[in-house]
């Protein structure tokens, strides 16, 4: 089982379109399913009319998940997975701010806690945030693109937030907990999410499970050597693209071709990516 796991707060663009092309390249070379999941964690950013489109714009270029998910309604999920933990005696309330957070931007451009309010034994209530205590220990994992690796969560952004003050779940959080609870068996994502692998693993440990997932991290699409694609800045839509009249096909093979994936842009279907990732 794999997931493909837009937010839906902004229009589906091609960098969306790579990973569907590794997700469902993948999926379809090895035999597994494919979960659709809205990861609208953040309340405050998503918005139904972006679900929409993301689900139209699939459905246009020809990507079927054989389930769906949404987070929004899986809160008693998140909530049962942060009950563990807090049985455990591992989470603490924290009422820091970015202002307060004390340390250094690592390449992932995240602040690292301090730990801060580890032991100042805070109630839980509305405007604080929940932590859960991240072990000093290394991670290590092979990436199936990109080899071995080490990370040490501790040192990269300390103790990880579950709930923010908003009463908001974290992507960190939600991701790792659906990862768990929906039997993914191969988180396929860009580069981009690499830093955030170790502390999913050792978050998920945390919450019983014994054996992590398999990782592919896949190079982005770039628009300069330093920005990535991005929805946020409406770069390379779907959208435009179709009411430039272009067709599904050409959408996938020029994505394919933007990747490195194929030596120069030509339609692909669907059912010709398991050939084209899978080399």
């Given at each position: 089982m794999?997931?493909?796991?837009?937010?839906?707060?902004?229009?589906?663009?091609?960098?969306?379109?790579?990973?569907?092309?590794?997700?469902?390249?993948?999926?379809?070379?090895?035999?597994?399913?494919?979960?659709?999941?809205?990861?609208?964690?953040?309340?405050?950013?998503?918005?139904?009319?972006?679900?929409?489109?993301?689900?139209?714009?699939?459905?246009?270029?020809?990507?079927?998940?054989?389930?769906?998910?949404?987070?929004?309604?899986?809160?008693?999920?998140?909530?049962?997975?942060?009950?563990?933990?807090?049985?455990?005696?591992?989470?603490?309330?924290?009422?820091?701010?970015?202002?307060?957070?004390?340390?250094?931007?690592?390449?992932?451009?995240?602040?690292?806690?301090?730990?801060?309010?580890?032991?100042?034994?805070?109630?839980e209530r509305s405007g604080r945030g929940v932590r859960v205590r991240i072990n000093p220990g290394e991670e290590v994992f092979d990436d199936l693109l990109r080899g071995p690796q080490a990370q040490i969560p501790a040192e990269q952004a300390g103790d990880i937030l579950l709930r923010d003050r908003h009463g908001l779940w974290t992507y960190q959080f939600a991701a790792t907990v659906d990862d768990f609870a929906q039997d993914i068996t191969h988180v396929i994502r860009g580069d981009d999410l690499l830093e955030s692998t170790g502390r999913q693993i050792q978050l998920a440990r945390l919450l019983g499970r014994a054996a992590p997932p398999a990782f592919l991290h896949h190079p982005l699409i770039m628009k300069s050597p330093t920005q990535k694609v991005s929805k946020s800045d409406a770069d390379t839509g779907i959208r435009d693209l179709r009411a430039e009249g272009w067709s599904a096909r050409r959408v996938i093979g020029f994505t394919a071709a933007l990747a490195g994936l194929i030596d120069a842009p030509r339609d692909l279907d669907v059912a010709d990516l398991a050939a084209v990732v899978v080399q």
């Open positions: 794999t997931r493909f796991a837009p937010a839906p707060t902004g229009y589906l663009h091609v960098g969306h379109v790579l990973n569907a092309i590794y997700v469902w390249g993948i999926a379809r070379a090895t035999g597994a399913r494919v979960v659709l999941r809205i990861e609208d964690h953040d309340r405050q950013r998503s918005r139904p009319e972006y679900e929409r489109a993301l689900v139209e714009d699939l459905a246009w270029l020809g990507f079927e998940p054989d389930e769906h998910a949404r987070q929004s309604d899986r809160r008693a999920v998140y909530e049962d997975a942060l009950a563990r933990l807090r049985a455990e005696g591992l989470t603490y309330a924290c009422d820091c701010t970015r202002r307060q957070i004390a340390g250094v931007k690592p390449a992932a451009g995240e602040l690292r806690y301090n730990g801060r309010c580890r032991d100042r034994m805070l109630d």
